[in-house]
Each structure stands twice: as structure tokens, then as C-alpha cells.
Nanobody
Framework: QVHLVESGGGLVQAGGSLRLSCAAS????????MGWYRQGPGKQRELVAV???????NYADSVKGRFTISKVNAENTVYLQMNSLKPEDTAVYYC???????????WGQGTQVTVSS
């Protein structure tokens, strides 16, 4: 059974930093593309950052230069380092694991990030 467990969310002041973690189990972690998505109040879920199985990264324009996605295959864990946080970053952040060639797509339960002004 596949589990993606996020941690590291919380309340932080604008300008602060948080580091999210997502521990995966039940999948061949190293062959999956891993991503972070977020859903703010009254908004649709949106892509924040993705890291491919080969380590290539891509970011939403709104977080470029502030957020960094990384992974440690040996730990089956993907991270999202978030710096210079803004109130508009407030959202539930979800971890995603995707393997396109097998049509596999898994989600974590989400972790709340709240940025106060």
C-alpha cells in the first residue's frame, strides 16, 4: 500500500522559512516524479514544484527563487525548502508521486502552511 506522509507545516511570519518533508512508502521511489502542490482558501490546487526521477526540477513562477525542491532516494523522501514566505503562500501543501508510464498517481494527506503578515 502506498503512503505519502507530509510533515513540517505550521504557522510562520512573513519573511520566514519552513521545510516540508514527504516520506514515501510502498512505491519504487527513485523512478517516480515527485511534486509539491498547494491549495489555498477558495482556490484550485496548483503545482508548486516538481522533481523528476532524474533530478530535473521545475517551479511555479510565483515561487521561483524562494522555494527549493530536493529529494534523497536512499531515504524515500522529498523536501520543499520555503524561504521568504509571503501571506499568499498560505495553503494546504500536498505531496504527489507520479509514474506516467504506469498511470500511477498518488497523493499525501496534506500539511497546512499559514503565513501571517
Amino acid at each position: 500500500q502506498v503512503h505519502l506522509v507530509e510533515s513540517g507545516g505550521g504557522l510562520v511570519q512573513a519573511g520566514g522559512s519552513l521545510r516540508l518533508s514527504c516520506a514515501a512508502s510502498g512505491i519504487g521511489f527513485s523512478i517516480y516524479d515527485m511534486g509539491w502542490y498547494r491549495q489555498g482558501p477558495g482556490k484550485q490546487r496548483e503545482l508548486v514544484a516538481v522533481i523528476s526521477s532524474g533530478g530535473r526540477t521545475n517551479y511555479a513562477d510565483s515561487v521561483k527563487g524562494r522555494f527549493t525542491i530536493s529529494k534523497v532516494n536512499a531515504e524515500n523522501t522529498v523536501y520543499l525548502q520555503m524561504n521568504s514566505l509571503k501571506p499568499e503562500d498560505t495553503a494546504v501543501y500536498y505531496c504527489n508521486a507520479r509514474l506516467v508510464r504506469r498511470n500511477n498517481n498518488y497523493w499525501g494527506q496534506g500539511t497546512q502552511v499559514t503565513v501571517s503578515s
